[in-house]
Structures are given as structure tokens and as C-alpha cells.
């Protein structure tokens, strides 16, 4: 088992931002493959990926468009394909699942409960928009609750995960969500090691503070001892120094344009991979060395790319 490598995932769209907020932010299938790509060429060992419409870049959980990119990315890279469960807040569970249990990955999200999910306050920012559907997307959010129930995790450990052999990132937004593993955990329907990645900064969830990173890692290790691995994410202007003190602490890391559009403060990011390239100059700073996806799938129990649908 790898000991002291740091594993670096790269969340290169997502679904929070949209195409207004920056003219990197990769939305056809050619500029997810092209950016995903280059990512893992600049040491992501992890490509966390959601799809979007290619005619105006709205996210899709349509498995048709996910194919458009994911055999792309899997012949030129050797990085682990982590699939969202997650989808976007207009989705139903089996629209935001379909494409795991279609196209079976070595990895999938799973958010570990029902939340408010604000992405409203983004809306404010901006007067003009490229695509009709942005501003009520964003402001769409003031009136939902993003939907994980514990019936619903328990079909998705089910008919992603046990049917399809795909292991999940457990998002965890509040202290909470690690309880509800820990009872999932408990009662054997996940099973080490368990890769947490502790969310902050979204509203609804934690807030992005030191102190709240700080916070999670102990309840983790009181609730799930010696059985998970974590890593941080944190939203926005946040990003960099959250996950920096993840990595200080033991864990891995998640950066991309899903979490923050920038590359330091004032200046936006021109890629998914020059926020790798960053991080990676950060870990060397620290002594510390970038997990290979071969090492990624050996701390982390993953089946390995030649059993996807893709």
C-alpha cells in the first residue's frame, strides 16, 4: 500500500457554475475530454466528471453524452473516471444515477444526505447571461433541497455498487453526512477503505473555514477510525488553502473548475490543469509526492479500468 502519496482529483465541470461565469469552463464533449485529459497529463490520478448538453451547456445526466467523452479520456489516460451520482438539482434520483449504473466506473460521488444546495447568490453577479436557462438554474436553488434519503443511498450501494463493482467518493457537506456513513458503515453495506472527501463552502453545508476542516477530521476519526481516507474540497476563494491544509493533515486533495473558476486571487484559472499544476507545486513545496492512478487504485480497492462499460 502506498504510504505518503497524496492523491490529487481533478473535478473538471461539474454543475454549479455556468457557461457565463468563464469561457474555460469546458461544456462540449471535445473540451471535457480535451480538458480531462490534460489534467491527468499534469497529475490528476482521479477525473471526477458530469456531463453537460453540448448545445448550451446545461447539465445532462444523459449516459449518450458521457460516452461522447469518457472512451476519449480512457485511451489517452490511465486516471481513475469517477462518474457524478450527483447530477444537477433539476435531476431525479434515476436520471442522476443512470449513467453510473449504465456505464459501470471504477468510481462514483455519492452525496451522504438530503441538503439545501444555494447557488442562488451567484445569479446577483451578473447582469447579462450567454444561455437563456442560467439565471433561473441558479436562482432555482433558493426553493430546493437536494434529495439523498437513506433509502436512497441504500439503492445506489445496491444497484450502482454492489451490481456494478463500482466503489464511491463519499461527499460529506456536513458533520452529519460522516454519522450517516458511519451507520452505513456500521451495518456493512460500505466497505473500507473509504474515500470521504470533506466538502466546504457550499451553502447549505459546512462553512469553509480551518476550524470546520479541522472539525470534520475528528468526528471522521471518531465515527470511521482506521477505515477511510479523506480528502477536502472547498468552494471558490477557498479552494486552494482548504485543500493545501488537507494535505498537511494526512489527506488528498480535489481542485478543478467544479469547485473554483480561479487560479489565485483577482485571476481566473484557464484550465482544469493549471489548477493540477498548482497543486502539485504546493505538494513538492510540502515534501510531499502525487499519488499515479496505479497507487490511487491500490489505496483505494478500485477494480480497475479494464471492467467499465466505457
Request: glycine share 10%; with cysteine; aromatic share 6%.
Amino acid at each position: 500500500m502506498p504510504e505518503g502519496k497524496v492523491i490529487i482529483t481533478c473535478a473538471v465541470t461539474g454543475s454549479i457554475h455556468t457557461p457565463t461565469m468563464s469561457a474555460a469552463l469546458p461544456v462540449t464533449p471535445d473540451e471535457i475530454a480535451e480538458q480531462a485529459i490534460a489534467a491527468a497529463e499534469a497529475g490528476a490520478a482521479i477525473l471526477h466528471l458530469h456531463a453537460r448538453d453540448p448545445e448550451d451547456g446545461r447539465p445532462t445526466p444523459d449516459p449518450a453524452i458521457f460516452q461522447r467523452f469518457l472512451p476519449r479520456i480512457k485511451q489517452a489516460s490511465d486516471a481513475v473516471v469517477n462518474i457524478t451520482t450527483g447530477g444537477g438539482h433539476n435531476m431525479t434520483l434515476e436520471q442522476r444515477t443512470e449513467a453510473g449504473r449504465t456505464l459501470a466506473p471504477e468510481m462514483c460521488s455519492l452525496n451522504m444526505g438530503s441538503m439545501n444546495f444555494g447557488l442562488f447568490p451567484a445569479a446577483a453577479r451578473y447582469s447579462e447571461w450567454k444561455h437563456d436557462w442560467e439565471p433561473q438554474y441558479l436562482e432555482g436553488t433558493r426553493d430546493f433541497i437536494f434529495r439523498n434519503t437513506f433509502a436512497d443511498i441504500e439503492g445506489i450501494l445496491r444497484d450502482l455498487g454492489e451490481a456494478n463493482g463500482t466503489r464511491f467518493e463519499f461527499e460529506c457537506y456536513d458533520i452529519g453526512h460522516i454519522h450517516t456513513l458511519g451507520h452505513f458503515l456500521e451495518r456493512g453495506l460500505v466497505k473500507p477503505p473509504l474515500f470521504v472527501q470533506f466538502v466546504l463552502g457550499v451553502l447549505g453545508g459546512i462553512g469553509a473555514s480551518a476550524e470546520n476542516l479541522m472539525h470534520m477530521k475528528r468526528t471522521a476519526d471518531a465515527v470511521l477510525g482506521d477505515n477511510y481516507r479523506f480528502s477536502v474540497l472547498a468552494a471558490g476563494r477557498h479552494q486552494m488553502r482548504l485543500v493545501t491544509l488537507g494535505a498537511i493533515l494526512g489527506g488528498n486533495v480535489r481542485v478543478g473548475l467544479e469547485d473554483s473558476l480561479y487560479i489565485a486571487k483577482g485571476r481566473m484559472a484557464e484550465s482544469n490543469a493549471e489548477q493540477v499544476a498548482k497543486m502539485l507545486r504546493i505538494l513538492d513545496e510540502l515534501s510531499l509526492e502525487p499519488a499515479s492512478p496505479a497507487e490511487a487504485r491500490e489505496m483505494l480497492a478500485l477494480k480497475g479500468c479494464g471492467q467499465v462499460r466505457f
